[in-house]
């Protein structure tokens, strides 16, 4: 074995053991040596040399206090030793945030920008200016920064650090990370919110071990997360999973991206609002975003039974459902994810749903992966950027 083949390897179970204290700790180093499948003299090796740097700190657990057999040393991250600075762009908001080497968000602000009307120089140089402002309220940290993230709906290609297209932005291909990388000296992450939430639910500690798993979102939009082999698949031009803007038909109803027919022209937010206003009397709303509490009246008047309004969310439903196999027959993924804002009306699609898989899939493939539910937290996309960010930490 050549010498940077060995250097690789402990490279890469160096950073094994570093997520895996993040999700799992302070935990037992033999415990550590389980959920890695290090050996044990490779665990305390890299423990070690963790330790010698201050990336690691040990304490004795509670346990050994209480005087039962051999005090249980407990090792955990050093949260101090580095941190990390999120943005996340929305349409004329940045949220700034500060993650700590646990991945905890220590700090947040959240600041108006006007990301709809700067060209591509002005927003760089306005999110330098914001970054640098937000870092400089909280001293002691950007001696410490590893890197950014930078976390936005939309295309994103994650290789070049461009937004191809978003919601957020009127430009196209506007490259965002260069000028803050070289501001700050260090790299910068960007990421789609899909990307950041199948990140951050993979972060959980019961999905941890799943190595092969799809997200999607559901809610303003309609985005996808691939999970492959236990990392974040961008794909080979960076812009994987878009798979709102996968077809579900050739003619059907207007998509937010300019073309017809995608799952997300079906199930987003505004096709729903859209659907729902050809026949009804809604309230006035933003072009293409009608408001949470504009949504929750809309499943509240379905759920008392309106006839063409359940007739909606059960076409969303299935046609999620049909999304849903085409991923399991592209990817034979463990389990499939829904999550994102429209899952507040997820019971309306729900039956749908499985029908769409079982009327689009060859029988002996239904069943094979769980579709599950999970409950939608706005702070999943900044924990998710700021875990993206830290892979840098090595
Ligand atoms: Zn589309």
């Not at 935990?27 to 740097?53: D, H, K």
């Not at 927003?123 to 950014?148: M, W």
Request: proline letters at 4%.
């Amino acid at each position: 074995m050549k010498k940077s083949d060995t250097e690789q390897i402990r490279a890469a179970n160096r950073a094994d053991l570093i997520t895996a204290l993040r999700v799992y700790g302070p935990i037992a180093r033999v415990e550590l040596g389980r959920l890695t499948q290090l050996s044990p003299a490779t665990v305390t090796a890299i423990t070690a040399e963790l330790a010698e740097e201050g990336v690691i700190l040990t304490r004795e657990s509670p346990e050994a206090r209480q005087g039962r057999g051999r005090p249980r040393v407990l090792i955990d991250l050093n949260p101090d030793r580095g941190c990390v600075l999120g943005l996340k762009l929305s349409i004329n908001e940045v949220r700034l945030m500060l993650g700590d080497l646990k991945g905890h968000i220590v700090a947040e602000s959240v600041v108006k920008v006007k990301t709809q009307s700067l060209d591509e120089n002005s927003l760089n140089a306005e999110l330098v200016r914001q970054a640098d402002q937000f870092i400089d309220a909280h001293p002691g940290y950007r001696e410490r920064l590893v890197s950014l993230g930078i976390a936005v709906q939309g295309f994103v290609d994650t290789h070049q650090g461009r937004v191809v297209w978003s919601p957020a932005l009127n430009l196209r291909q506007a490259n965002l990370t260069d000028a803050l990388a070289e501001h700050f000296g260090c790299p910068v992450e960007l990421a789609n919110d899909a990307n950041c939430i199948a990140y951050q639910i993979r972060r959980q500690p019961q999905h941890a071990d799943t190595q092969n798993f799809a997200v999607i979102m559901i809610g303003y939009g309609v985005g996808g997360g691939l999970i492959v082999n236990g990392d974040v698949y961008s794909g080979h031009f960076g812009a994987a999973a878009e798979f709102g803007h996968t077809k579900y038909s050739h003619e059907g109803p207007q998509c937010a991206c300019g073309k017809r027919g995608c799952i997300e022209a079906y199930i987003a937010d505004y096709a729903l609002y859209r659907d729902a206003s050809a026949v009804m009397e809604v309230a006035a709303t933003d072009r293409r975003h009608p408001s949470e509490k504009q949504m929750q009246k809309l499943t509240a008047k379905a759920r008392e039974g309106d006839a063409y309004l359940t007739g909606l969310f059960t076409q969303a439903g299935r046609v999620l459902g049909y999304g849903i196999a085409n991923l399991m027959a592209l990817m034979s993924p463990e389990r499939v994810v829904v999550t994102g804002p429209g899952i507040r009306a997820y019971d309306l699609m729900e039956a749908a749903v499985h029908e769409g898989i079982e009327e689009a899939l060859v029988p002996e493939l239904v069943g094979q992966a769980t579709v599950e539910a999970w409950p939608w937290s706005e702070d999943m996309t900044g924990q998710g950027i700021i875990a993206l960010a830290l892979r840098h930490f090595r």
